[in-house]
């Protein structure tokens, strides 16, 4: 996947043929689970170099789409990710290769995973995004399945800009609640179809994901009160310097972008499989 190359000129136009900024959530996006996005029988999901992308970027994009979370999708698809999209190529990186995940909660949700494709094109990215069904669930569980999105990354992805360069891809969750301890086996057969599976915890799942890719976690802080300082924390505890903190969900695509360009010029993220690149707070106050 990821051909064809993105105009920005004919996603301005799609996004007024196809009503993006008129229509809600529930017109623009699927209504159910997508069988193109459910990752049941899923085996790697590729990105790959060719002569139109020489130089493919692997950027993993995981929307929660939990209760709390379910209006980042819709601002993506207004004016999120064309920003992005200009903000990565305008700085030099020319081959950017962008899949969504969407994120629920493995023990309360039907879709706790949404997969799609590694796209470049304008018009294959709006598809995949598109195809996410937010589906409104989580529950009173202490955190939703972010951790999700590192398994897959690890197991169940191939990416050139590693495989073949020695640069790490980049990975984002998107979410404003902490992520879930453990994935049990049972959770895992469940979501991937799979007929062996082991249970895991976040922290295994962080690790396997960081061997190929810069993973980041995005907080959208929601008001200053005890169990928002306190979720913060725990990812501060997790992540490390790869937790941002945002204060509104207009600044993500911004973020994201700015993370991409500062991380494919950082040295760490071309020598090191065992270390993803450290963007502290001061770094990130620089970008901006």
């Known amino acids: 996947m990821g051909s064809g190359s993105y105009s920005f000129a004919s996603r301005s136009l799609r996004a007024e043929e196809e009503g993006y900024y008129s229509k809600s959530s529930t017109e623009i996006f699927s209504k159910n689970l997508n069988n193109a996005m459910n990752p049941n029988g899923v085996d790697i999901r590729e990105s ?32 999120g990710l ?19 995940v969407a994120i629920g ?10 997969v799609g494709q590694f796209e470049s094109s304008d018009a294959l990215l709006d598809h995949w995004l598109t195809k996410v069904w937010i589906e409104s ?19 169940h992805t ?8 020695g640069q790490k891809g ?6 404003d609640e902490p992520t879930l301890e453990t994935y049990p086996a049972r959770a895992i057969k469940n979501i991937m ?4 599976a082991k249970e895991y915890d976040k922290t295994e799942l962080l690790e396997a994901a960081q061997k190929s890719y810069n993973v980041f976690h995005l907080h959208v802080k929601q008001g200053s009160n005890g169990r928002s300082e306190k979720v913060m924390n725990g990812w501060k505890e997790f992540m490390g310097d790869n937790l941002i903190i945002v204060e509104d969900k207009l600044e993500i695509p911004q973020t994201i972008a700015k993370i991409v360009v500062e991380g494919t010029t950082k040295k760490e993220s071309f020598i090191n499989p065992t270390e993803s ?7 990130y106050t620089e970008m901006l």
């Open 82 to 100: 064309p920003t992005i999209m200009q903000k990565i190529i305008d700085a030099g990186v020319k081959d950017p290769q962008v899949l969504f």
């Open 277 to 283: 690149v450290k963007i502290t707070m001061d770094d």
């Open 193 to 196: 179809g799979t007929a062996e």
């Open 137 to 155: 669930g989580g529950g009173g569980n202490g955190g939703e399945s972010y951790s999700l999105a590192h398994y897959f990354a690890a197991n």
């Open 105 to 114: 909660d493995h023990e309360c949700d039907r879709a706790p995973l949404q």
């Open 170 to 175: 980049f990975l984002f969750t998107i979410g």
């Open 48 to 79: 790959r170099d060719s002569a139109e992308h020489p130089n493919s970027v692997a950027i993993i994009i995981a929307l929660d789409v939990t209760g709390s979370m379910g209006s980042i999708p819709l601002h993506l698809v207004r004016d």
């Open 158 to 165: 191939s990416i050139d800009c590693f495989e073949k360069r």
